[in-house]
């Protein structure tokens, strides 16, 4: 792992990262957004979170390419002045670095811009590993783990080696490859709204994949995946805890797993 040198001095200046957190992050498990600013500046990276919206990937796969332009400018104007963006999603971290530059392919205004943004977009574990050179993480985790491949992160940036890598450098985890880690979850985002048959069909082909790799703990990289994954589990009675992979490499196991009620406090 090497920083980036700063110019016109000796030592060497800390890349500076704008973290992208992504709408399921910020409303629905902020715990990953923390996991994530800990590994990145174990990284030696300078973090900062500007004011953001969402990425416009929902409206995008619905074809209202409308509204995904209009968000899209203001998420290359929010990130504008960063030298990397990073998102703890693969789904979201490919809407900008893959599809950005198709919504203005027609638009010599901004199509500089949005090229500009998905060149220097990684999702996390890619991120720490094929940009910082990490090899390893300071934080330990006791027990097996089973890892599903979100689509998006696997098949338009790549994400399959970096988080298995990192997991790897854990003292006490052991990885167990369930079968069929590659294929969907059923969850699609919109995909799961408009074809909730077919979604279900293929998140319980999923779930009986995760149960027969034996391992206690589940974990991705995708948010909306690990909530589709969680839901089925839970519904079956499954007792797998579900977890954002960056809350297990950066030791913040604190929160419950997801899908699973915090326990209430005592009077």
């Given at each position: 792992?090497?920083?980036?040198?700063?110019?016109?001095?000796?030592?060497?200046?800390?890349?500076?990262?704008?973290?992208?957190?992504?709408?399921?992050?910020?409303?629905?498990?902020?715990?990953?957004?923390?996991?994530?600013?800990?590994?990145?500046?174990?990284?030696?990276?300078?973090?900062?979170?500007?004011?953001?919206?969402?990425?416009?990937?929902?409206?995008?796969?619905?074809?209202?390419?409308?509204?995904?332009?209009?968000?899209?400018?203001?998420?290359?104007?929010?990130?504008?002045?960063?030298?990397?963006?990073?998102?703890?999603?693969?789904?979201?971290?490919?809407?900008?670095r893959?599809?950005?530059?198709?919504?203005?392919?027609?638009?010599?205004?901004?199509?500089?811009?949005?090229?500009?943004?998905?060149?220097?977009?990684?999702?996390?574990?890619?991120?720490?590993?094929?940009?910082?050179?990490?090899?390893?993480?300071?934080?330990?985790?006791?027990?097996?783990v089973?890892y599903?491949?979100?689509?998006?992160?696997?098949?338009?940036?790549?994400?399959?080696?970096?988080?298995?890598?990192?997991?790897?450098?854990?003292?006490?985890?052991?990885?167990?490859?369930?079968?069929?880690?590659?294929?969907?979850?059923?969850?699609?985002?919109?995909?799961?709204?408009?074809?909730?048959?077919?979604?279900?069909?293929?998140?319980?082909?999923k779930?009986?994949?995760?149960?027969?790799?034996?391992?206690?703990?589940?974990?991705?990289?995708?948010?909306?995946?690990?909530?589709?994954?969680?839901?089925?589990?839970?519904?079956?009675?499954?007792?797998?805890?579900?977890?954002?992979?960056?809350?297990?490499?950066?030791?913040?196991?604190d929160?419950?797993?997801?899908?699973?009620?915090?326990?209430?406090?005592?009077?």
């Amino acid at each position: 792992m090497s920083d980036l040198p700063s110019q016109g001095e000796g030592r060497r200046a800390k890349p500076r990262v704008g973290l992208f957190i992504t709408c399921l992050v910020d409303l629905m498990r902020p715990s990953v957004g923390f996991a994530a600013v800990k590994l990145l500046e174990d990284a030696g990276c300078s973090v900062e979170v500007p004011v953001q919206t969402c990425c416009g990937q929902p409206a995008y796969n619905s074809g209202d390419r409308g509204t995904s332009r209009d968000l899209a400018e203001r998420m290359i104007e929010a990130f504008r002045g960063f030298e990397y963006v990073v998102a703890p999603s693969g789904s979201c971290a490919g809407m900008v670095r893959k599809h950005y530059p198709e919504l203005f392919e027609d638009d010599p205004n901004w199509l500089p811009k949005a090229n500009a943004l998905a060149a220097k977009t990684y999702e996390l574990t890619s991120f720490l590993v094929d940009v910082m050179g990490v090899t390893a993480v300071n934080a330990s985790f006791d027990g097996a783990v089973t890892y599903h491949d979100s689509c998006s992160g696997l098949r338009e940036l790549g994400v399959k080696a970096q988080p298995r890598k990192l997991l790897a450098s854990m003292p006490g985890v052991t990885l167990v490859e369930m079968n069929d880690s590659d294929v969907c979850c059923g969850f699609g985002g919109t995909f799961a709204v408009k074809y909730s048959d077919i979604s279900g069909a293929i998140v319980e082909a999923k779930a009986k994949n995760i149960e027969a790799a034996q391992a206690p703990t589940l974990l991705a990289g995708d948010l909306g995946c690990l909530m589709n994954m969680a839901g089925r589990l839970s519904r079956e009675g499954k007792p797998i805890a579900v977890r954002h992979v960056a809350e297990v490499l950066a030791g913040m196991t604190d929160e419950p797993p997801i899908g699973t009620a915090k326990e209430p406090r005592s009077a």
